[in-house]
């Protein structure tokens, strides 16, 4: 591959996507949620370097507050102890591979944030997140009627894990732009 130049914003693109094709070929969930942890990490350094005045309009996905504070705390448990040994070394941690979702969709924000667009694999995994978890997340207010459209046309998407890992290594192309404000 040689030398590469890259931003720490193509750095952290690269891995949350990675990390998503990885997650839906069910590869180990421990790398994925490591891989996406360090993209998360990135993500929410840039984030909080964005110029003031853009504020946060991207993030109209959110996880319900009454399981905001349990979900964070798991996740970044996980990621804590996934890339750390220096205070802790004996210790065992109960893994949830499930909170691995909810750290990518955490990057996913972030990510629309920064860039203003909505790449293929986050467009998927999004979709996928709605579909399994309907009650907890939100996201009817960023994708619109479609959303709702999905789950009526595929009750079971939740089951669906192939059809997506199929559908991100076959769509080419594929960004939608987020408007501004």
Do not use: C
């Amino acid at each position: 591959m040689g030398i590469q130049n890259i931003s720490k914003l193509d750095s952290a693109t690269r891995q949350l996507h990675l990390g998503i094709r990885l997650y839906f070929e069910d590869a180990d969930p421990i790398g994925v949620h490591t891989l996406a942890g360090a993209s998360h990490g990135l993500l929410r350094d840039l984030t909080r370097h964005v110029a003031t005045g853009q504020g946060n309009s991207a993030r109209h996905v959110n996880i319900e507050s009454s399981q905001r504070s349990f979900v964070t705390s798991m996740v970044n448990q996980a990621k804590n102890f996934f890339k750390h040994a220096d205070r802790d070394p004996n210790s065992v941690l109960q893994f949830n591979a499930n909170w691995t979702d909810f750290l990518v969709f955490e990057a996913i924000q972030m990510h629309i944030e920064l860039t203003r667009r909505v790449d293929r694999e986050n467009q998927f995994f999004l979709i996928w997140l709605s579909a399994k978890y309907p009650n907890v997340l939100l996201l009817d207010n960023f994708l619109g009627h479609e959303i709702l459209e999905l789950r009526r046309l595929f009750p079971n998407l939740a089951d669906q894990k192939g059809t997506f890992r199929a559908a991100i290594n076959t769509t080419i192309g594929g960004e939608t732009q987020v408007a501004n404000g």
